[in-house]
């Protein structure tokens, strides 16, 4: 598959971790976190990746900052790229140091969680987290090329898994009826069943044709990609992004939209229940947690990337399978669909 960006174009190839290997030049330097590193095949663990210790609350300012002086220390130079090999947080914080180190080195993404790999490896958006939100620092820079070790979902937990399976969801739900129709008649619960290439396929052929035509968030287009992550992000910061991941969070996340946008009269009634089921058929959390309190939470909504005045900013369901941008909702709505 090629993407075709403003930022540049790169080829997306699905293969195994050994056609993977062949495609790195040996200039480059890896970076991996301490999980995947378990788990790679020796040809890729013997290049002497760097490791960044696993999970979200390794995506900050200050780990960006440590791993930039360890590649000037090893004498990185322009000319040697940077390769992600992880899931999204490895990803987005190699990106966001290839776009920083010596004003921008070249960079490769080899996504080894399926979240990474139908979503957070295409599209060109790279970042860390600040104290006071999710990915509010980072910026768009396009990869050389996406190569997705499939067989890498071999050795994902389960519970990754399904984090992942809330983006591929979302893609059903934003503009993929059928897909969605698929996933509530059949649950995709593990990377052996037989349609995992194709719904992967899917996904980021959605996701790239998203991002093609608004690729910086212009028109309100690429913003239905955010469907439940507004909600979803502020569970995740209230969580001190590690008690829900980044799945399990806008899970949640899509459930409560989808009742926001009933609530106001732009969701079509019963398509929250029906989310709330698709989600919990594959294993994720579907009700907003008990002590996450409206009035805690409305200050993180406020600071989300897609507001652009004084109220609240949602993409939300005007159907089964299609979304749209609402950046005019009031908090008193939002209040109204919060326990339920
Ligand atoms: N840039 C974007 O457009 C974009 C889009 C969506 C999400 N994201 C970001 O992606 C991040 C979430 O990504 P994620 O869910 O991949 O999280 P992650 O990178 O933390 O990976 C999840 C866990 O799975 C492990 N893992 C990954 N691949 C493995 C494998 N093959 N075998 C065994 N273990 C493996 C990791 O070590 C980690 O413990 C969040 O920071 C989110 O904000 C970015
Ligand atoms: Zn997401």
Redo the contacts with the bound molecule.
């Keep these: 598959m090629t993407i075709r960006h403003h930022l540049g174009q790169y080829e997306v190839t699905v293969s195994e971790w050994g056609q993977v290997h062949s495609l790195l030049p040996d200039s480059a330097t890896l970076v991996t976190?301490s999980?995947?590193l378990e788990?790679l095949p020796r040809a890729i663990a013997e290049r002497n990746p760097i490791v960044i210790p696993?999970?979200?609350n390794s995506?900050t300012w200050k780990t960006a900052g440590r791993l930039l002086d360890t590649l000037i220390e090893r004498g990185h130079t322009r000319k040697n790229p940077l390769v992600a090999v992880?899931?999204?947080?490895?990803?987005?914080l190699v990106g966001f140091a290839a776009g920083t180190l010596l004003r921008g080195v070249p960079f490769f993404q080899v996504p080894?969680?399926l979240?990474?790999m139908v979503?957070?490896s295409v599209?060109g958006?790279?970042g860390v987290d600040l104290p006071t939100g999710?990915?509010l620092a980072g910026l768009f820079l396009a990869p050389q090329s996406v190569s997705i070790p499939l067989d890498?979902?071999k050795?994902?937990?389960e519970a990754?898994w399904r984090?992942?399976m809330a983006?591929v969801i979302k893609y059903g739900l934003i503009g993929q009826a059928d897909l969605a129709d698929e996933l509530e008649s059949a649950p995709l619960l593990n990377p052996e069943d037989p349609r995992t290439k194709n719904i992967i396929v899917r996904c980021i052929t959605h996701k790239a044709r998203v991002v093609e035509e608004d690729e910086f968030e212009t028109s309100g287009l690429r913003a239905t990609l955010n469907f439940g992550h507004t909600v979803g992000h502020a569970i995740e910061v209230w969580g001190n992004y590690s008690d829900y991941?980044?799945?399990e969070a806008i899970a949640i996340g899509m459930v409560v939209e989808a009742r926001i946008g009933e609530q106001i009269g732009f969701t079509p009634r019963g398509i929250g229940d029906r989310v709330a089921a698709l989600l919990a058929s594959h294993g994720l959390p579907n009700e907003m947690p008990k002590e996450a309190r409206f009035e805690d939470l409305l200050p993180l909504m406020r600071r989300d990337k897609k507001v652009v005045g004084t109220d609240l900013a949602f993409s939300l369901l005007n159907g089964w399978g299609a979304c749209k941008l609402n950046t005019n909702v009031e908090a008193s709505a939002v209040a109204l669909a919060w326990h339920r």
Aim: charged share 25%.
């Design positions: 976190d999980n995947v788990v696993a999970g979200e995506k992880g899931g999204g947080m490895i990803g987005d080894t969680s979240l990474a979503d957070s599209g958006k790279v999710k990915n890498a979902l050795t994902l937990p990754e984090s992942g983006e991941r980044h799945g």
